[in-house]
């Protein structure tokens, strides 16, 4: 059974930068897209990056130019790299994993893990 935990979330100032982590196991990570999506409060959760097993990566609008997504296959971990953070970019993010051909969708990941709140202050 597949298992993803983040880790690098926390609570800073706008213009920041923050790194997240998802480790997983359980799964043949490889294989695997891998995205972040986000949970703004009182929002409804919106992928934010995806990066499928071939290398593509999407990016939602309101990142793009900010956000990184990279993975490390040998350690089984793909990360989130934020820069020049905003207030809008608070969320609880979350990490997961599954199969996409053109366009990630939520429908398309089948795991997820708990996820991890960012804070970014004005």
């Known amino acids: 059974q597949a298992q993803l935990v983040e880790s690098g979330g926390g609570l800073l100032q706008a213009g920041g930068s923050l790194r997240l982590s998802c480790a997983a196991s359980?799964?043949?990570?490889?294989?695997?897209?891998m995205g972040w999506f986000r949970q703004p409060p009182g929002k409804p959760r919106e992928l934010v990056a995806a990066l499928n097993s071939g290398g593509d990566t999407h990016y939602a609008d309101s990142v793009k130019g900010r956000f990184t997504i990279s993975r490390d296959n040998a350690k089984r971990t793909v990360y989130l790299q934020m820069n020049s953070l905003k207030p809008e970019d608070t969320a609880v993010y979350y990490c997961a994993a599954g199969y996409y051909n053109d366009y990630p969708i939520e429908a398309d990941f089948h795991s997820w893990g708990q996820g991890t709140q960012v804070t970014v202050s004005s």
């Open positions: 359980g799964m043949m990570f490889s294989i695997h897209a």
